[in-house]
């Protein structure tokens, strides 16, 4: 039995949901992606999917893509263009696509995608935007829990916020859906801003990788470029590429410093809506799930990785 991973990745593109895909495929020899789900999120649902056809087909992945939620299960949808741009890619133009998404939900997609495995196989899931099709997934289709080996997800945060001071922006969407999924008890490893926002590039790189020659490394520095023109990054040292921390994790855990703890979310209507409470008290873990928490990283090491990998999937897009 190949040992790749073999992984569903339900995303919002989104510049970093892009270097996230970039990421995956530039390694196929340690994953196997089976498909791509859409949600709105950065942008809304039309332009997720179009996106997401898009890169597939750029990154030479030939893989179905399926369109989700076009709003979260209980709130008003809320998007992020001020940070991704108009079209969710810093505005940096990709050929269209030739395919179409699959006649059908994403979340049915996952359902069947995930029984339809091999007696004994099992997937993980890449969550990197809000988690609207995953807490449906986890709700509607329960038997599909001993077929995840894990969500490893983007989101969430043990020390404070990006959408507001206490939610990560994934989270913040779609608060009742990751409240399911943090409490499902499939094994969780989350990516959350303690270690995404020391992770991606810093201008100088940013600025030499877009004017590689190589287009897929061009495009991909030039929609990290656009970060540092909003007010997120304006000031600060890098562009942080949050959701490429997920696939960078299963290949260099190494990077990455974790702890282990309950996680709860905050599903308030306040100052407090979507904050991932991340439960440091050893004596009160009793027989609650715990999370594989990333608390820390090495950006600089990431930043070298990522580099790597991009010309990587460069060379072998010719
Ligand atoms: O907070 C960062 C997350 O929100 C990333 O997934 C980014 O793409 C946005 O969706
Ligand atoms: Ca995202």
């Known amino acids: 039995m190949e040992n790749k991973r073999k992984i569903l990745m339900d995303c919002d593109p989104g510049i970093d949901d892009a270097v996230a895909l970039a990421l995956c495929a530039a390694h196929p020899e340690a994953f196997r992606l089976l498909g791509i789900t859409t949600t709105m999120g950065n942008v809304t649902l039309d332009k997720t999917t179009d996106n997401a056809l898009r890169l597939a087909e750029y990154y030479g992945l030939q893989v ?16 992020a263009s001020d940070v991704h741009g108009a079209n969710g890619l810093g505005n940096v133009q990709f050929p269209e696509a030739k395919n179409k998404p699959v006649p059908k939900h994403a979340v049915l997609f996952l359902y069947e995608t995930i029984m339809e495995l091999p007696a004994g196989e099992k997937v993980t899931l890449v969550p990197t935007g809000p988690l609207t099709n995953v807490g449906l997934l986890l709700t509607l289709f ?11 997800l983007m989101g969430g945060s043990a020390s404070g916020g990006n959408r507001t001071s206490t939610a990560e922006f994934n989270i913040y969407v779609d608060p009742e859906a990751a409240s399911i999924v943090f409490s499902s008890g499939v094994p969780i490893v989350m990516c ?13 790189t940013a600025a030499r990788l877009s004017e590689d020659p ?5 495009k991909i520095g030039q929609m990290i470029a656009f970060y540092f023109s909003c007010a997120v990054y304006r000031g600060g040292p890098i562009a942080a590429t949050h959701d490429a921390v997920t696939f960078m994790y299963m290949l260099h855990p190494e990077i990455f410093t974790t702890e282990k703890m309950p996680v709860s979310v905050d599903c308030a209507y306040g ?12 004596w009160a873990f009793e027989d609650r799930p715990l999370v594989t928490v990333l608390t ?16 990587t999937l460069a060379e072998r897009l010719g």
Not at 214 to 218: C, D, Y
Not at 271 to 282: A, N, V
Not at 296 to 311: H, I, M, N, P
Request: net charge negative.
């Open 64 to 79: 179905p893509v399926a369109a989700g939620a076009a709003g979260p299960v209980v709130r008003e949808p809320k998007t």
């Open 142 to 152: 329960p038997e599909v829990k001993e077929r995840i080996e894990a969500i490893v």
């Open 192 to 204: 959350g801003l303690d270690a995404t926002s020391l992770c991606g590039l810093d201008r100088e």
């Open 214 to 218: 190589r287009p897929v490394v061009q």
């Open 271 to 282: 100052e407090t809506r979507g904050m991932t409470i991340c439960d440091r008290r050893k």
């Open 296 to 311: 820390g990283a090495d950006g600089k090491r990431f930043q070298e990785l990522l580099v790597e990998s991009l010309e």
